[in-house]
DNA sequence: TTGATCATGTAACGTGTTACATGATTAA
DNA sequence: TTAATCATGTAACACGTTACATGATCAA
């Protein structure tokens, strides 16, 4: 929340939309969260706000980071970070799927499938928003549309592996081993570190 | 865990060793979790356990499944899950670094390139064993399996993507937009459903 | 003798989710 | 009149993490 109110300042309910639009493929809260979230930054003096009146429309408290929050914002941007560790329930169930209702198992990673194809084709119609932009659009906007490259990349790696898992249980065949001419060609070529 | 001790029963540090070695890439926790979600497995009876003593080491207690817990298993594989939401802090960082310490963040994207190819190379030797297999182990492993092919992808995704990421950091180059060829080429053989 | 492995737990705390709660405007 | 959007919150509970705690065996 303090990188969000970094970037420019908003209300709580301003929040919860970027967290909906603009961050929710790596970041998401609700907005009882952020609400109390807000009043926990508030009262540690790290964002401050202003009321601002709306005719027509509720009250809205703005807020943005203070000084004491930019020193904390510092101070987490050089604490290295964890990568996230996953809990995935549908694996949970495909793990434990062996001797269960497998057709019921096939439709529920169908549905998945569609709901990742869904977000896939938001993710692309973003990313060509961005591309649209002239050069110095771009280069304004180069590291939040890294991380939309990532969100797209991940949705891909999930519908590749949904259609390929649907098709071999919808086989019933075995897994076949991995091609080696790909792994060869990606060992071939070493990054340079 | 109730899947878990489902496909063989076991004790506490027994869920340990399979979370951390099992299926760590998809659900994790701490022994510590573990051995209080134990307890309130069993005040709900929906697991039981024999105390098995050994010479030379610490009582066990192995925990199985009761009826009830198959009951209410099967319960859970009927109710659809939702996918999990991420929380990644790494992109969190990328996402806010504008005017911050770059080579600082390229720095610790290169720390988590090195975890994830780590991550990776693990994976691959276990699929190597899952194919070292006949027919009928491949067989009876072939959803946990799906689930660690799963990972790989993942990992590879990642992978691929950090790369990418710090070589255009690095450079301090534009991003380039997506080869429209391969798109294409996914869109000419859409899937039948 | 130091650290790893086997084996079990409790207590305190912090974070996140669900349910409950209000109230105006606007488009279908 | 129904649902969506704008706009804000509280309270209770569930879930997860960190710290604390013990104690034996075995290999380096």
Chains 1, 2 share one sequence.
Not at 48 to 56: G, I, K, P, T
Not at 78 to 102: F, H, I, M, S
Not at 151 to 168: D, F, H, K, N
Request: proline share 6%; hydrophobic share 40%; charged share 25%.
């Amino acid at each position: 929340m303090l990188v969000l109110l970094d970037d420019s300042p908003g209300s709580g309910y301003d929040l919860v939309q970027r967290f909906r639009f603009g961050i929710g493929h790596f970041w998401n809260a609700t907005h009882q969260q952020i609400y109390q979230e807000l009043k926990k930054l508030h009262a540690e003096r790290l964002v401050q706000y202003e009321l601002h009146s709306q005719e027509e429309r509720p009250d809205k408290k703005v807020y943005c980071v203070t000084a004491a929050g930019r020193r904390g914002l510092a101070a987490w941007f050089a604490e290295p970070v964890k990568p996230p560790q996953a809990r995935d329930a549908l694996l949970v169930k495909l793990y434990g799927g062996t001797r269960r209702n497998l057709p019921a198992l096939i439709v529920e990673l169908e549905q998945h499938l569609a709901l990742h194809q869904k977000q896939l084709g938001d993710y692309r119609n973003l990313e060509a928003l961005y591309f649209s932009q002239d050069d110095a659009g771009r280069r304004e906007h180069r590291l939040p549309y890294l991380t939309l490259r990532r969100g797209i990349r991940y949705q891909e790696g999930i519908v590749a592996w949904l259609e390929e898992t649907i098709a071999l249980l919808r086989d019933d065949a075995l897994p076949s081993a991995p091609v080696p001419s790909a792994r060869a060609k990606a060992a071939a070529r070493p990054r340079k570190r």
